[in-house]
């Protein structure tokens, strides 16, 4: 499948709740999966960031989103939704393929519950917290298909900053340290 172009900061599609999926198991369910595969991929080569993507950065208004951390399988969920949340909030970088020359400090929950459909329309949940900053990954991800982005949730202008202050300052010390700058 072709590499996508991500739908970037400003763009009313990003600011669209995503509709439910019907049915995971359809053909157009899979390509759009590789599709946020491949452009995750080529994102991921092209800059050294990018863990996760979600189908309305493709414009593509599905409640999709598509992970790959490193080391890790592929894991693309199908209607994910956060069922339970700590209470214990942090403090952590974020920033996204639809604005990567922004990063700013957001505040996440600790740890949370997702229920999500696979490929099969099989219903799973997944318990994640700091582990591989799975948790504000998921979050991030999630909040995609509401319609709410990572500016949506600064904790302090005053850390906003560019991706070559940020790799100058911070990545070192950030879950983006995992992956290695080009």
């Given at each position: 499948?072709?590499?996508?172009?991500?739908?970037?900061?400003?763009d009313p599609r990003l600011r669209e709740t995503a509709i439910p999926v019907k049915d995971p198991r359809l053909p157009e369910v899979s390509l759009l999966v590789k599709d946020?595969?491949?452009?995750?991929?080529?994102?991921?080569?092209?800059?050294?960031?990018?863990?996760?993507?979600?189908?309305?950065?493709?414009?593509?208004?599905?409640q999709v989103i598509f992970l790959q951390l490193p080391g890790a399988e592929a894991w693309p969920l199908v209607n994910p939704e956060i069922i339970e949340r700590s209470r214990?909030?942090?403090?952590?970088?974020?920033?996204?393929?639809?604005?990567?020359?922004?990063?700013?400090?957001?505040?996440?929950?600790?740890?949370?519950?997702?229920?999500?459909?696979?490929?099969?329309?099989?219903?799973?949940?997944?318990?994640?917290?700091?582990?591989?900053?799975?948790s504000e990954l998921l979050q991030h991800e999630i909040d995609h298909l509401d319609g709410i982005l990572a500016v949506d949730r600064i904790t302090d202008v005053k850390t906003l900053c560019t991706r070559e202050e940020f790799e100058k300052r911070y990545r070192a010390s950030s879950?983006?340290?995992?992956?290695?700058?080009k």
């Amino acid at each position: 499948m072709p590499v996508r172009p991500i739908v970037q900061l400003g763009d009313p599609r990003l600011r669209e709740t995503a509709i439910p999926v019907k049915d995971p198991r359809l053909p157009e369910v899979s390509l759009l999966v590789k599709d946020l595969a491949d452009t995750l991929a080529h994102w991921r080569t092209r800059t050294g960031y990018g863990r996760g993507i979600a189908a309305p950065q493709l414009g593509v208004s599905l409640q999709v989103i598509f992970l790959q951390l490193p080391g890790a399988e592929a894991w693309p969920l199908v209607n994910p939704e956060i069922i339970e949340r700590s209470r214990e909030k942090i403090v952590v970088w974020d920033a996204c393929l639809s604005f990567l020359s922004i990063f700013m400090q957001v505040e996440r929950h600790r740890a949370i519950t997702v229920r999500y459909q696979d490929a099969g329309a099989e219903w799973h949940e997944v318990q994640a917290s700091d582990d591989r900053n799975l948790s504000e990954l998921l979050q991030h991800e999630i909040d995609h298909l509401d319609g709410i982005l990572a500016v949506d949730r600064i904790t302090d202008v005053k850390t906003l900053c560019t991706r070559e202050e940020f790799e100058k300052r911070y990545r070192a010390s950030s879950p983006y340290a995992l992956i290695p700058a080009k």
